[in-house]
């Protein structure tokens, strides 16, 4: 058996078994659950408070002098994630029942996305923070200069 069977095979196996679906579910359910807690979370001056407004600000919208978000931008980063589920837990019902009967393998699969999602936030020391606000973004750019005419140009 060549190097590349066994890469197909491992593939196979990952794809009939009940790792990938667990897995992908485990990581859309951490996914939903980090954005309802960015939604949720209280604003503040810096830390996770300045991060979560941030981050309602460039994905959900959010406008802080009204305190209001765009239900459209909330519906359109949220509704996909169950759509998604939906399909994977259609696809694989079969594994997925199996490995209900093993929660401890199952609750392997959900700390493996809680980690990921946990550890998936920006590091801010490079941007400061009022950087980032949308103000501070010009269309156009600034360092764009207007055409200027050359001397032999009318």
Known sequence: MSNSE???DVFRN????????????????????????????????SGLG??????????FG???ETG?????????MIVPQFVIGAFIAYCWWEPLR???QK?????????IAMLLVGGARPRDSRCPRARLRPENFHFPPKICAPPTRHRNSR
């Open 98 to 100: 199996e490995l209900a």
């Open 103 to 111: 929660p401890r393998i199952a609750a392997r699969y959900l700390g």
């Open 14 to 45: 990952l794809l009939i078994g009940s790792s990938f679906p667990a897995f992908a579910l485990s990581l859309l359910a951490c996914w939903v659950i980090f954005l309802i807690a960015m939604l949720l979370a209280p604003s503040g001056p």
């Open 68 to 76: 209001r978000t765009e239900l459209a931008y909330v519906m359109a």
């Open 62 to 64: 959010y406008d802080p």
């Open 6 to 8: 066994n890469r197909l």
């Open 50 to 59: 300045a991060f979560a407004e941030d981050f309602r600000i460039w994905c």
